[in-house]
C-alpha cells in the first residue's frame, strides 16, 4: 500500500471526481478530433467548456480545501503522499490566482484567435492576427502578476508547463547549447555526410501499407494493444484516459514515409510514459506523467535517440521495405540518411536534430521580450526574420513560414516552447545513464530487444507519475541536474563522428 | 426565441452543466462499447460512477432547486418553457425519492448481477441468479414506496421509463391485443403464406458486403453522416450527444443478414427521433425524445412498418443483391417472404412483428406478480414456461432460452418491458394517421423516397423533444389516445390480407 495516511487517503477519494472529469474531459477530446460527426463540434464546445468550469469549482471548493490543508498539516508522509499533496496544492493554487474575469477573457479571446490565427496564416497576413497577439501577450502577462514570481514575470508561465522551471534555467541552457549547436550545424553541412535534402522525401507511399508499418512497428515494441490504440486525426498526439486507456494518433499525407513512421514512434514514447505508470496510482492525483518536459523527453528518446538510430532504422529496414517497396532501391545506409537530413528549415515540426532547437531558442527569445515589455507584437515578425537569419542563415518570405506557423500563441501559450528544449536535453541525458546501465543498449536496438530499455525508462521514470517534481525526479533518479552537456556530446557522437 | 421568460431561461442556464454531464456520459458509454481497449474498463467504471454521483449531487443542490422553484411559480409560461419546467422538476422529484441507502444498494447489487446473469445464462443455472432477482425485486418493490403512487406500485416503475404510463393502461393494452394476437397468429400460422422458417436465414455473408449494403441503406434513408455516425457492438444501440451528434451501431454475425440490416433500420429510427429535434432546445432539458415508448415507436416504425414492408424490400432488393451476390437466386417476393418468417419462438430479441407483443405480455405478467408479492422468485421460471405454453404453444427446455435471455432484471430494471409494446402499438397508431395525410405513402417507399415521411415525423413527434408528455404529445399531434385497435388492424392487414 502506497498510501496509508488517513488524511491523505481521505484527499485521494475527494479528488476522484476532478481525476473523473478529467477522464472525461479527455474522451472528448480524443473523440473530437478522431470520430466525432463534424457538426457535432458546437455542442462539444458547450459540453467541454462546462465541465473545465464545473471541474474549476470543485478545485476551489471549500470541502476540497478543507481535506487538503487537513494532508497539507500531516507530519512524516511517504514521499507518495507527500507527491498527492503537493500535486493537488499545485493545482488549487494556480486555479485560486487566476480571477475568474480573466479566465473568461483568455477563454473568449483564444476561442477567436485560434480561428483567426488558421485564416490568417492561409491568407498570409500577420495583421489580421496581431491584435490577437496582442491581447494574448497582455493577458499572460497579467496571468504572470496574479500568479507571481521571484524574479521574471515569465517564471510564472514557464512553471504553468513545467513545474519549478526558471528563465534562468532557459537561459543557461541557450547560452551553453545555442552557440554549440551552430557550431555542429556548420561542421555537418560542410562534411555534407548527412544529406540537406533527400529523394525519398518526395516518395509517394500506399496509406494502407503505411499502417502496417507503423502497425508493425509498434508490435516490435510490444504496445500493448489491449490498453491503447493507434487512430488517424489531423495532427498526431497522445491522451491517456487513464494508466489502461492511452490512445495515440498519426496522420498519412501519403509522401515522405518516415513522417508518419517517426510521429508514431515520438507519440508512442508518450504513451509509454502513461501505461507504465505503478498502477497502484491509478485514478489517483499522481496518476500521469508529471511535466511537459518529462513527457517529451520520453517521445525525443524513442524519435530521435532509438527511432533516427542507424541500428533501429538497420533493424526495421525489412519491416519497411516489405510493405513499401519503392525502398528496395534503397539500402538501409541510404534510408538512415533519409531518416537524419540536416538542414536549415523554416518550420520547427519538420526541422531535424540538430537544428531543432535553434527554432526553439528564436521562440524564447521573442516570447522573453514579449512579456518583459522589450519588444512590441508589430515587431515581432521582423525579430523573428532576424533571428531566422542570425541563427539558421535563411530568412522565411513569409509569414506562414514564419511567425504565423505555430499554433500555440493563439491557444493562448506562451512558456510552452522550451520544454520541447528541455524533452531533447533530457532525453540525451537519460541516453547517457542508460548507456551506462545497460551498456548493449544499441545491440539491444539491432536485435529489437525493448524490454529492458522499457523496464529502465519504468523503474527511472515512469512509474512514478507525478509524485516527484521534474527536477527533483532527474536528481533522484540519475543523481543529476539538468545537464546539457549530454545533448551536444550526443550530437557530436552521431554527427561529426560518423 | 422558444423561450422568454427570465426565470425559465435562468433555469436552462443553470442546468447546462447537467447536460454537458450528460453528454460526457453518453460519450464514454458509446467509447465503452466501441473502441475503448478492453483494459480500460476498470477505470472508466470509476469515471462513469463518479460523474454518475455528481450529477445526481447536482440535480439535488440548493442552487438548482431555488431556480426551479423560482420558475415553476411563474405564470403563463409557454409549452417549452412549461416542459422545461416539467422535465427539471421531475428529474429531481426522483432523485429526490430515492434515499442515497437505496440507490447505492440497487448500483452494488446490480454490477454483480450483471455479472453473475451472464454466467449464469452461460451455465444455464437459474439457481445462481436467483438471489440477486430476489434483491432486485425487493429493492423496486422499495423503490415504489419511496416513488409513491395512486394505484399500484407497479405504477411508480412504470413512470420511471414512461412518464405518465399506469398498470392499468398496460393492462388495457394486453387485454386488448392478447387474444386478437393469438387468434391472427393462428390463421397465419393455418395458413402458410408466412413461413416458419426460410433458409436464407442460415446463408453466410461477408461482412465488408454486408457493411456496404447498410451504409447504402442509411445513405438512401439520407442519414446524414456529418451528425451521426454507423460503428460496430456486440449488441446494437443508439446514443446521442446532443441534436448533431447522435450515433447508432450493429453487429455482423456473419449469417442471417436481415438481422444486422433491420437492426441499422431500427436504430435509424431511434437515431432519427434525436436528429430532428428542434435545433433550438439544443443543449436544453427539452433536448432528446421524451420517453421509451416514444422512442421505440420510431425504431419499430422503421423497422417493421417501413423496413418489413413489401414495397420497402423490393426497392432495395437492387442494393442488397448488388452485394449479397447469394440473393439472385431468391426473388423479391422471396426475400420479402424470408423478412416476415412468423414462428413462435423463445427469444423475444429474435421475435416476429405477430409473436413480439406476447413475449412482451408474459414478462409485464410476472413483473407485475412479483412486485405485488403475487409470485415468488423460485416460482418464476415456472410461471415463464406455462405462460410460453399458453401464449405461444412452446416450452423452453432451458434457462437460458427461457427466464434467463434477457438482461433488463440483472440491471435492476422492472418495468421497462411494457415501453416496447407501447412504442408497437404507437407505430401502427403513426401508420394509421400517416396513411389519412401521406395517402402515397407506400408509393414513396417503392420509390425510395423518404423525406415527407421524415418531414411528417418530425412535425408530428421529433421536433418537440421532451416538450410534452408522452400522452400528450399523442393526444396533441393526432387528437386521440393511446389505441391499440390500429396496431391490430395493421397486422390483420398485413398478415391475413395479402
Not at 435 to 444: C, G, M, Q, V
Request: hydrophobic content about 40%; charged content about 30%; glycine content about 4%.
Amino acid at each position: 500500500m502506497l498510501f496509508k495516511n488517513e488524511a491523505v487517503k481521505e484527499l485521494i477519494e475527494k479528488y476522484r471526481v476532478l481525476w473523473a472529469l478529467s477522464h472525461a474531459i479527455s474522451l472528448l477530446s480524443w473523440d473530437t478530433e478522431t470520430y466525432m460527426p463534424k457538426s457535432g463540434i458546437e455542442e462539444r464546445s458547450i459540453a467541454v467548456s462546462e465541465l473545465v468550469a464545473l471541474r474549476h469549482r470543485l478545485l476551489l471548493s471549500e470541502e476540497l480545501g478543507k481535506v487538503v490543508d487537513k494532508a497539507s498539516a500531516e507530519e512524516a508522509l511517504n514521499n507518495y503522499e507527500a507527491g498527492v499533496v503537493r500535486v493537488v496544492k499545485r493545482e488549487i493554487k494556480i486555479a485560486k490566482a487566476l480571477p475568474e474575469r480573466l479566465v473568461k477573457e483568455l477563454a473568449k479571446v483564444t476561442e477567436e484567435a485560434r480561428v483567426v490565427w488558421r485564416e490568417a496564416k492561409e491568407k498570409d497576413n500577420f495583421e489580421m492576427f496581431k491584435p490577437y497577439l496582442e491581447r494574448i501577450v497582455k493577458l499572460n502577462q497579467e496571468k504572470a502578476e496574479y500568479l507571481g514570481y521571484d524574479e521574471n514575470p515569465y517564471d510564472a508561465l514557464l512553471d504553468l508547463y513545467e513545474e519549478g522551471l526558471k528563465t534562468r534555467d532557459v537561459k543557461e541552457i541557450f547560452d551553453y547549447i545555442g552557440p554549440e549547436i551552430k557550431r555542429i550545424l556548420n561542421r555537418v553541412l560542410d562534411e555534407g555526410y548527412y544529406p540537406r535534402k533527400h529523394e525519398l522525401e518526395d516518395v509517394k507511399y500506399d496509406v494502407k501499407a503505411m499502417e502496417k508499418v507503423n502497425n508493425e512497428v509498434l508490435r516490435v515494441f510490444g504496445y500493448p494493444f489491449d490498453k491503447a490504440r493507434l487512430d488517424i486525426s489531423a495532427h498526431p498526439f497522445t491522451i491517456n484516459m487513464g494508466i489502461f486507456d492511452v490512445r495515440i494518433t498519426t496522420r498519412y499525407e501519403g509522401f515522405d514515409f518516415k513522417r508518419s513512421l517517426l510521429s508514431v514512434v515520438h507519440e508512442f514514447g508518450h504513451a509509454l510514459y502513461e501505461l507504465q505508470v505503478d498502477e497502484r496510482l491509478k485514478a489517483t492525483p499522481l496518476a500521469g506523467g508529471v511535466s511537459l518536459g518529462i513527457h517529451e523527453s520520453q517521445s525525443r528518446f524513442w524519435e530521435n535517440i532509438i527511432g533516427r538510430s542507424r541500428e533501429f532504422i538497420e533493424a526495421i529496414y525489412p519491416i519497411m521495405s516489405k510493405e513499401l517497396s519503392f525502398l528496395k532501391k534503397y539500402s538501409p545506409e541510404d534510408v538512415y540518411r533519409y531518416f537524419n537530413v540536416v538542414t536549415p528549415s523554416f518550420i520547427r515540426t519538420e526541422a531535424d536534430e540538430v537544428t531543432y532547437n535553434l527554432h526553439i531558442l528564436l521562440r524564447f527569445h521573442i516570447e522573453l521580450q514579449l512579456i518583459n515589455n522589450e519588444l512590441k507584437v508589430s515587431d515581432v515578425p521582423e525579430s523573428w526574420n532576424s533571428l531566422m537569419e542570425e541563427y539558421l542563415g535563411i530568412r522565411p518570405k513569409t509569414y506562414r513560414e514564419g511567425v504565423l506557423q505555430d499554433i500555440h500563441w493563439s491557444l493562448g501559450d506562451i512558456g510552452y516552447f522550451p520544454t520541447y528544449t528541455l524533452g531533447n536535453i533530457i532525453s540525451a541525458q537519460i541516453l547517457y545513464h542508460i548507456l551506462r546501465d545497460i551498456p548493449d543498449f544499441y545491440e539491444k536496438i539491432s536485435n529489437l530487444e525493448f524490454s529492458d530499455i522499457k523496464s529502465y525508462l519504468r523503474e527511472k521514470i515512469h512509474k512514478w507519475g507525478s509524485t516527484y517534481q521534474p527536477k527533483e525526479l532527474l536528481r533522484k533518479s540519475f543523481n543529476e541536474e539538468i545537464n546539457s552537456s549530454h545533448f551536444i556530446k550526443y550530437l557530436e557522437n552521431k554527427y561529426l563522428k560518423h
